[in-house]
């Protein structure tokens, strides 16, 4: 599988660069993910860590579900791997496959993009109660694109130990 990445635009309005820069991240996990098997997928990147590819994808599941979902259109849905709300059962794959984990996260990238089209603005608000606070659509998207950034930097050095690929 090859994944396609969008070049998000240099001069679009607000809505649609924030909704192609969290689409080129998304993109970017994905193709950090391209051509491996479910053991290279489920690898560790050094002791003590959990952290690995699938345990990053199943991770941004959960952000993607408890921003969009459960934040801005406010559905009362446990966590997908933790009813009990631990978002570090996530990145534990134990025997998770490609297919379980990618299935479960593009279910929730579709529905995340469903939620934002839907919603008449960026200023629509809805409270966070991680945060103890409302936040806007448009704070949840650039919070949804930092998480993606900051863990598609983790991702290029798990892809990297597995098997040297490097790039973009």
């Known amino acids: 599988m090859t994944t396609e990445r969008t070049v998000p635009p240099m001069r679009g309005n607000e809505r649609e660069t924030l909704r192609a820069y969290l689409d080129f991240h998304r993109a970017t996990l994905a193709m950090k993910c391209d051509g ?6 489920r690898s560790r990147s050094m002791p003590p860590s959990a952290l690995s590819l699938l345990g990053l994808v ?29 978002f570090q059962a996530a990145y534990d794959p134990g025997t998770a496959t490609r297919e379980d984990a990618f299935t479960a996260w593009q279910a929730e990238v579709d529905q995340a993009r469903r939620i934002e089209r839907a919603a008449p603005s960026l ?21 949804v694109i930092l998480e993606y950034a900051r863990h598609n930097g983790h991702a290029d050095f798990l892809r990297e130990g597995i098997d040297g690929a490097v790039g973009p």
């Open 58 to 86: 199943r991770h941004l599941a959960e952000v993607e579900r408890t921003w969009f979902r459960r934040v801005v259109d406010q559905q009362d849905v446990p966590l997908v791997w933790s009813p009990e709300g631990d």
């Open 36 to 41: 491996l098997s479910d053991e290279d997928l």
């Open 123 to 143: 200023d629509v608000t809805a409270h966070a109660p991680r945060w103890g606070t409302d936040v806007s659509l448009r704070v949840v998207m650039l919070h």
